[in-house]
């Protein structure tokens, strides 16, 4: 008698603790299609061009570009990458370009619905960052763990090299 007891007890305190998990999603609003179009209001990405720090244009996702360079490999400027929707939210890189490389990877978005999207990303994106700027391109590895950010982080990279027009 003792020991059916003791069984039902454990399975009664198993299943209140396995029904009061908090998993990551519970905290998300999960509506992100107001910010699916990205902060600016543009749906793709975009391209700013410098010359010599005078000149300036800009163009917008479509493959066309604007500007004192013309989006060549050889420009200067920034081109922000087209928002990446993740299961866990949208993820927008911005890159700067000056002859014809990388110097800079900024990220504009990054899933932040809950203390947990935060603790990944604050690991996450410098280590992004420091991948994509040493092989100047998106063909970077995955951070173990943020995985999904990863990929938009990627994916979004991918597009602002695009509108930069670099390789």
């Known amino acids: 008698m003792r020991r059916i007891t003791i069984w039902l007890l ?7 603790l396995l029904f009061s998990y908090k998993t990551s999603t519970m905290g998300a609003g999960g509506d992100t299609s107001a910010i ?16 010599d720090g005078s000149g300036t244009g800009s163009g ?7 500007g004192s360079s013309g989006g060549s490999s050889g420009g200067s400027g920034t081109a922000t990458g087209s928002v990446t929707q993740t299961r866990w939210g949208p993820v927008q890189v911005k890159i700067t370009v ?9 990220t504009v978005q990054v899933p932040d619905g809950n203390r947990r999207d935060q603790e990944i990303n604050d690991y996450a994106v410098p280590i992004l960052r420091q991948e994509a700027l040493a092989a ?9 763990g943020a995985t999904v950010t990863s990929d938009g982080y990627r994916e979004s990279l991918q597009s602002a090299i695009d509108a930069a027009h670099l390789r």
């Open 10 to 16: 454990s399975t009664v305190a198993a299943l209140v």
């Open 136 to 144: 100047q391109s998106a063909q970077i590895d995955t951070v173990s």
């Open 98 to 106: 000056s002859g014809g490389k990388i110097t800079d990877v900024t």
């Open 36 to 51: 699916a179009s990205g902060s600016d209001g543009s749906a793709g990405s975009s391209w700013t061009a410098t010359d």
């Open 60 to 66: 917008s996702s479509g493959g066309s570009s604007t």
